[in-house]
T-cell receptor, first 110, second 114 residues
Framework: EPEVTQTPSHQVTQMGQEVILRCVPI?????FYWYRQILGQKVEFLVS????????KSEIFDDQFSVERPDGSNFTLKIRSTKLEDSAMYFC????????FGPGTRLTVT | AQSVTQLGSHVSVSEGALVLLRCNYS??????LFWYVQYPNQGLQLLLK??????LVKGINGFEAEFKKSETSFHLTKPSAHMSDAAEYFC????????????FGTGTKLQVIP
């Protein structure tokens, strides 16, 4: 069964550095999403993406975040200048009807 | 706006006992409702979903949930808990029609006591 994949599984970065989290959605899905889960908290929606543009974003998704579909298979989340509070698990999802979630990338900002 | 409230951040049951995890939703439009399970250090796995067909929804691993509009509830149940059910469970809501973001509850950690 097709799955959403994410790389890396764990990323450690220093405060102020840029990070790019990568996702490969399920191939015939058209909608893509990023969610975030800070340790011990609930999963929060960040952004949705359709037809090569952002369709909706939350107030968390500020100017330091960006998303891109650089080619036909990858979907990326970039954080320009990481802060300590960006440490979280980041989940990518793609949607045919319901969201199919990837396994997540744990981002640790030191 | 849509939201879900999960009652009880931690629930403990004995192995073989009934599992009941509570979820109430708030939505100004007919919702889709979901239960996800998250094992430690893993991703989110869909247990079951309500998409306005049958109100009693059966999912994987013996779980089921019933959509009750009058009570705005979507509680998750399993007749007999197994040790392997120990995990965190998230109730979630979206608008109908597919292709929608999902709004999650705060989660309930299920502990199964041998």
């Amino acid at each position: 069964e097709p799955e959403v994949t994410q790389t890396p599984s764990h990323q450690v970065t220093q405060m102020g550095q840029e990070v790019i989290l990568r996702c490969v959605p399920i191939s015939n899905h058209l909608y893509f999403y990023w969610y975030r889960q800070i340790l011990g908290q609930k999963v929060e929606f960040l952004v949705s993406f359709y037809n090569n543009e952002i369709s909706e974003k939350s107030e968390i998704f500020d100017d330091q975040f960006s998303v891109e579909r650089p080619d036909g298979s990858n979907f990326t989340l970039k954080i320009r200048s990481t802060k300590l509070e960006d440490s979280a698990m980041y989940f990518c999802a793609s949607s045919d009807r319901e969201n199919d979630f990837g396994p997540g990338t744990r981002l640790t900002v030191t | 706006a849509q939201s879900v409230t999960q009652l009880g951040s931690h629930v403990s049951v004995s192995e073989g006992a009934l599992v009941l995890l509570r979820c109430n939703y708030s939505s100004s439009v007919p919702p889709y409702l979901f239960w996800y399970v998250q094992y430690p250090n893993q991703g989110l796995q869909l247990l079951l979903k309500y998409t306005s067909a049958a109100t009693l929804v059966k999912g994987i691993n013996g779980f089921e949930a019933e959509f009750k509009k009058s009570e705005t509830s979507f509680h998750l149940t399993k007749p007999s808990a197994h040790m392997s059910d120990a995990a965190e469970y998230f109730c979630a809501v979206s608008k109908t029609g597919g292709y929608q973001k999902v709004t999650f509850g705060t989660g309930t950690k299920l502990q199964v006591i041998p």
